[in-house]
Every structure is written in C-alpha cells, then in structure tokens.
Nanobody, 116 residues
Framework: QVQLQESGGGSVQSGGSLKLSCAAS?????MAWFRQAPGKERGLVAR????????YYADSVKGRFTISLDSAKTTVYLQMNSLKPEDTAMYYC????????????GGQGTQVTVSS
C-alpha cells in the first residue's frame, strides 16, 4: 500500500506563493493533489503520471499551479503561484496505482489559507 505524507501548507496573502510536497513510498503510476474547502466537495487540482510526466490541471489553477516530481519520482510537488483567497482549502496528496481513477488519500492533508 502506498504511504503518503504531505507538507508545506501555510498562510499567505493574495498573490503569494506556496510549495506543497508529498513524499510517497510504494508503487503508484499516478499521483495528484486534491483540495477541499469548508462546505465543498473534494476536487482534483492537478495530476501527474509518474511514467511519462504528463500532467492535468483543473481550469481554476491552470497557469498558476505546477505539479512536478523529483528525480527519484518519490516526491510530488505542487508549486502554487498567484494565490487567491478562493484557493483556501485543505490540500491532499493522492495516489492511483493503476491510473484508473481510484484515488488513495493516505495523509492528513495540509492547510492552505490565502488572505485578501
């Protein structure tokens, strides 16, 4: 089973940047970041395929967020720039061993708060 541990959340002002990290142990072909704001459903923010590095972004974060892997492909990052108050949420790292849409959330999540 994949083990996941997120880090890097915090509080920033609108327009600021944060970088989230997720250390993963175990075999998984796809990794992603999801987020959930109070009163809202958890939604996909960005996804990356560990094999070829192809990525997907939600429309709301395109051009502002970048998902990437380290050279060992054991840590996935989410660089968040030009943050907006609506980006405020709990962010979760997730793994999908078969890239079949069956996501596994193993960590506690990390809080991102953006003030205006």
């Amino acid at each position: 089973q994949v083990q996941l541990q997120e880090s890097g959340g915090g509080s920033v002002q609108s327009g600021g940047s944060l970088k989230l990290s997720c250390a993963a142990s175990g075999d998984t072909r796809c990794m992603a970041w999801f987020r959930q704001a109070p009163g809202k459903e958890r939604g996909l923010v960005a996804r990356i395929y560990r094999g070829g590095g192809s990525t997907y972004y939600a429309d709301s974060v395109k051009g502002r967020f970048t998902i990437s892997l380290d050279s060992a492909k054991t840590t996935v990052y989410l660089q968040m720039n030009s943050l907006k108050p609506e980006d405020t949420a709990m962010y979760y790292c997730a793994a999908d061993p078969a890239c079949a849409g069956n996501w596994y959330y193993g960590g506690q999540g990390t809080q991102v708060t953006v003030s205006s």
